[in-house]
């Protein structure tokens, strides 16, 4: 392959050795090959979008190109305005600012396509947007043949103006198309989004904004980056339960609804569904459910022991009658999930002869 290196002057020519070209502190490897060299051909000049206020601005460029090739290295030359100042840049391919102050070398591995990148300029005063600047790319692709120089005519890589969205979705759902979307400058895309099987949309975030729930969004007229993302909540029936919780455990049925199951006690262990979710014990088995196993007195000190599940929070609680509004209920202790089967809890030194004990659960 022979290869000429536009911004370093004489052609740098590769006859069966590995070629290293140093500048801007950065070493390139270029591929050995043969050939002859061919004088370099212009390629067309590639535009960006440009800035929309004096001072400093954000310039978007995207190097796109076909799917059949893969970017070896690139270089952009912004040509930017007379007094307009090149003084950062940000993207893919770890970008830095060449030697001319006006280049920008991609020193990393270019693995997107498109490739993009932002120029940070400044702007001299009286200037007016919105202005879109024209610049030239030089690069390598791994299929190119002997090329009459980097700078290839007809020209396979497309540099335009476009803006990066980023788009993702909570769990139990998704959203579409995902990841790092490309739309070019002033143009439009659509996302569309939905919920898992016993799921829906509980908040749509574009731009930091929460906006109402909708299964498709449209960005139009696209002038700068954005973000969009959904996030997703379970169904719930009339009392709180979880559909996907009823179906798991094949409560419902083409005739009852998960409103009326979550009211049924399946198993006969005098706990409706609705209770055995906030207590997570299983519907479907008399054996697990919430309740007080044995109660003991020993030299004043009680002892309590209770079956429940283990991913819900429980409190032991006690009151010295069931009369009145006087005494009301207080927490002795709080089970935090995840909690054993079956608990023992020892309460020393009671003095009250009339207590009362309760245990309760609930999912947070």
Not at 75 to 91: D, K, R
Not at 229 to 251: Q, S
Not at 323 to 332: E, H, K, R
Request: aromatic share 10%.
């Amino acid at each position: 392959m022979c290869v000429r290196w536009a911004w370093v002057g004489d052609p740098v020519l590769s006859r069966g050795y590995p070629v290293a070209v140093l500048f801007s502190g950065v070493l390139w490897l270029l591929p050995p090959g043969s050939g002859t060299a061919q004088s370099p051909t212009a390629a067309g000049s590639h535009q960006c979008s440009g800035y929309s206020s004096p001072g400093t601005a954000t310039v978007h460029c995207t190097f796109s190109y076909d799917a059949g090739w893969q970017l070896e290295s690139l270089l952009w030359e912004t040509a930017l305005p007379a007094e307009w100042n090149l003084e950062a840049v940000f993207g893919d391919g770890d970008p830095e600012i060449g030697t001319n102050s006006e280049q920008v070398v991609f020193t990393g591995t270019l693995t997107n396509n498109p490739v993009m990148v932002e120029l940070l300029v400044s702007v001299p005063p009286g200037e007016e947007g919105p202005r879109s600047l024209t610049g030239r790319a030089e690069y390598q692709l791994d299929s190119m043949v002997n090329p009459t120089s980097i700078w290839a005519n007809p020209d396979p890589l497309f540099v335009d103006s476009h803006h990066r969205i980023h788009a993702s979705a909570g769990p139990h759902g998704w959203i579409s198309p995902s990841g790092v979307v490309s739309v070019i400058h002033a143009g439009a895309t659509n996302f569309d989004m939905g919920g898992d099987t016993y799921y829906h949309i509980s908040d749509l975030i574009v731009d930091a904004v929460t906006l109402p729930a909708t299964n498709r969004y449209a960005f139009t007229n696209v002038t700068g980056g954005h973000t969009i993302r959904v996030d997703f909540a379970e169904n719930l029936a009339c009392l709180g339960t979880p559909e996907w919780w009823l179906a798991w455990y094949r409560l419902t049925n083409e005739t009852v609804g998960f409103c009326a199951a979550e009211t049924n006690d399946t198993d006969g262990d005098g706990m409706p569904a609705w209770k055995e979710w906030g207590s997570d014990t299983v519907p479907t088995n008399p054996g697990s459910v919430l309740t007080l196993l044995d109660v003991s007195v020993t030299n004043g000190d009680v002892r309590l022991t209770w079956r429940g599940g283990t991913n819900a929070w429980q409190v032991l609680e006690i009151r010295p009658d069931l009369t009145g509004t006087t005494g009301l209920w207080s927490a002795i202790l709080t089970n935090v999930p995840p909690t054993p089967v079956e608990t023992n809890y020892l309460h020393r030194s009671v003095t009250n002869r009339s207590l009362f004990y309760r245990v309760r659960a609930w999912r947070p």
